[in-house]
């Protein structure tokens, strides 16, 4: 029976190799998931978690299940959207482009059809997403992290990488020894490729923060990318508030 399963329903893990102690936690985490293990931290379309095994703290995100014509593909010739998230966050984590470590991913499919997948990564310490940044003009730090998102943003585009969700709530921030760090999650939608003044530019139009801010992230990036300092101010107004405005 067991053989019949792995045949019609298979199933693909991944772990880390020093996480290799999780594997049995990790065959196991369907069953986990479905009997509520776990503290749910975002439920829309896709399930976020916080679970904790062996003193590990991870945040575990079940994608939801595509539609019909994707289950077809997803099952035969594309990565799952959580693979992408590991494989992503590995590469980002190489160029020091900190992503919360990645543990590991899981997929089933149901005969030729993608069924479900995982993604496992370390619980980030930082307190702040970019929304704190936009909700509390008076938040403590707020220039700094102003500045690191512009940097880092600019540090991206360089490596050729543009994130496609790159919205407040994927961006987390918190101050380490006077420092500003930056994390981005939410990696399994990514394009690739040159990126230019406008393209890069375009790419902060979902961080809706008033003039003042955008033109502190605006010259960071300019500075960082050697571009113009007041073309980059005024292309990143023109996308934000196009974006506002729909």
Known sequence: IMHYAKIFHPRTTHLSAQYSHLEYWLKSLPVRWNNGEGQVIHNR???LRHMSFYGIDMVVKSFALPNF???FVYGIFRKSKAQRSFEYAEQLNRLGIKSPTPIAYYTERCGLLFSRSYYISQKSSCRHTFYDVIN????ENRDSYLRCVGRMTA???DAGIYP???SGGNILLDMVDSTPQFELVD???MAFGNIDIDKGCRGFERLNVEHEALSIMAREYARVRNFDEDRCVELLQKYRW?????
Do not use: V
């Open 242 to 246: 196009s974006k506002h405005q729909k």
């Open 69 to 71: 014509i994707n289950r």
């Open 45 to 47: 379309r896709n399930e």
């Open 155 to 157: 540090k991206i585009h």
């Open 136 to 139: 509390n003009p008076s938040l």
């Open 164 to 166: 496609l969700d790159y």
């Open 187 to 189: 990696l399994n939608r």
